[in-house]
């Protein structure tokens, strides 16, 4: 069975960081690509910040609220990623939830898993 366990959310001023922590695990297929996502009430799920498996630590993309703040990142011999965020807004508040791309290398078929989410929440 296929588990996404986050962790690192927390309470923080505004101005301050928090690292969050996705492992990854119970599944025999590959990891294509690692990344979180954010739900504020109310809001829609919106991209924070994906990376892709391969060489030199994979391709990454931001979403445009973030870009230059949070920084993803990924070990790809434990199946892990983190997001370090730096310089919280409280726009950030949120609740942000780990996804992982699997694909079956055999058959091309592919899986989506998400994590059952952590709470960021910045205060002002």
């Known amino acids: 069975q296929v588990q996404l366990v986050e962790s690192g959310g927390g309470l923080v001023q505004a101005g301050g960081s928090l690292r969050l922590s996705c492992a990854a695990s119970?599944?025999?297929?590959?990891?294509?690509?690692m990344g979180w996502y954010r739900q504020a009430p109310g809001k829609q799920r919106e991209l924070v910040a994906v990376?892709?498996?391969?060489?030199?630590?994979?391709?990454?993309n931001y979403g445009d609220s973030v870009k230059g703040r949070f920084t993803i990142s990924r070990d790809n011999a434990k199946n892990t990623m983190f997001l370090q965020m730096n310089s919280l807004k409280p726009e950030d508040t949120a609740v942000y939830y780990c996804?992982?791309?699997?694909?079956?290398?055999?058959?091309?078929?592919?899986?989506?898993?998400w994590g059952q989410g952590t709470q960021v929440t910045v205060s002002s």
């Open positions: 996804h992982a791309l699997f694909r079956d290398d055999d058959w091309g078929n592919t899986y989506n898993y």
């Open positions: 119970g599944s025999s297929f590959s990891i294509r690509a």
């Open positions: 990376i892709t498996s391969g060489g030199s630590g994979g391709r990454t």
